[in-house]
């Protein structure tokens, strides 16, 4: 089972108005992927942060790609 080791959360916006001036909260889910690092571990964390690891060579490149 993966761990979740990101601390970042969804991304939260208001949609735009409607002539009455109606608004609703729209959530952006993040991309969570399951990703083992170079000890073994596999670890829950966002797109971004393994394309970031991935370019540092932190990442096994088999199993993220």
Same mark, same amino acid.
Request: hydrophobic share 35%; glycine share 2%; charged share 30%.
């Given at each position: 089972?993966?761990?979740?080791?990101?601390?970042?959360?969804?991304?939260?916006?208001?949609?735009?108005?409607?002539?009455?001036?109606? +608004?609703?909260?729209?959530?952006?889910?993040?991309?969570?992927?399951?990703?083992?690092?170079?000890?073994? +571990?596999?670890?829950?964390?966002?797109?971004?942060?393994?394309?970031?690891?991935?370019?540092?060579?932190?990442?096994?490149?088999?199993?993220?790609?």
């Amino acid at each position: 089972m993966a761990i979740n080791i990101s601390s970042r959360k969804p991304n939260k916006r208001k949609r735009l108005r409607s002539h009455a001036l109606n +608004t609703t909260n729209s959530t952006q889910a993040l991309n969570l992927q399951v990703v083992r690092l170079e000890d073994g +571990t596999r670890v829950r964390i966002s797109a971004k942060e393994a394309r970031t690891l991935r370019k540092a060579d932190k990442v096994n490149t088999e199993e993220a790609a």
